[in-house]
């Protein structure tokens, strides 16, 4: 029994390490931008590779999802089957967060900005929850409509919002370590990190969806 656990610890170690390592590839077009240029100066650069990157994110979900499997043939087995959907899904939370970004500039110096803000803040969190969310109903079903999976995903992480807080509050930490030390973000947390979010998607999304069949609408 003792043996069993040790190797379970280490089972679960080395798919964390392989996730990483694999995220990383996924990601490295992001990793370039934010270690060798100014990704404020280069956003647009910075905000097409992290669409690139998102996929990357559905097949950890992937691997996650189907533990017990090699986790190297899950993460691309994940990948080719979710990266149409998850690029789509990347690409609306990175568009949301450009309209947001303007909006915050243009009240910042109006009457009304700090209502502005706190509207604007709270807009942020709802998008960014539905879209974890998103991508987690993504990786459990690949054939999942995007519309149907953005509606149900946007009431899911409302329902459960206190779950929704948590995968935010951790993957803005991981974010913000990501953007300062990202070889370090990416070799040490990057797992965790998402697993927690998957685990934390998934329980919001069964009310909703049943996420062990195929999700075709």
Same mark, same amino acid.
């Given at each position: 029994m003792r043996f069993e656990k040790i190797q379970n610890a280490l089972d679960a170690l080395g798919t964390a390490v392989l996730v990483n390592l694999l995220l990383a590839v996924t990601a490295s077009p992001l990793i370039v931008i934010v270690m060798f240029t100014n990704a404020f100066e280069t956003w647009p650069?910075?905000?097409?590779?992290?669409?690139?990157?998102?996929?990357g994110v559905t097949a950890a979900f992937t691997v996650f999802r189907r533990s017990g499997e090699n986790p190297f043939f899950a993460f691309f087995s994940g990948y080719r089957a979710t990266w149409k959907r998850a690029a789509l899904v990347g690409l609306m939370l990175v568009g949301s967060a450009a309209v947001l970004i303007v909006d915050a500039r243009f009240f910042a110096d109006g009457p009304f900005a700090q209502a502005a803000m706190v509207v604007l803040v709270v807009v942020g969190v709802l998008v960014a929850g539905a879209g974890v969310v998103t991508l987690t109903a993504v990786a459990e079903s690949p054939a999942v409509r995007i519309g149907g999976a953005l509606a149900r995903a946007a009431w899911a992480s409302i329902r459960r919002w206190h779950l929704t807080l948590v995968s935010l509050a951790v993957l803005a930490v991981f974010a913000l370590l990501f953007i300062n030390l990202p070889l370090l973000?990416?070799? =040490?947390?990057?797992?965790?990190? #998402?697993?927690?979010?998957? =685990?934390?998607?998934?329980?919001? #999304?069964?009310?909703v969806l049943d996420i062990e069949e195929t999700i075709a609408a």
């Open positions: 650069l910075a905000a097409a590779a992290a669409v690139v990157a998102t996929p973000a990416l070799s =040490a947390l990057a797992s965790p990190a #998402l697993y927690l979010a998957w =685990a934390n998607s998934r329980h919001s #999304l069964r009310p």
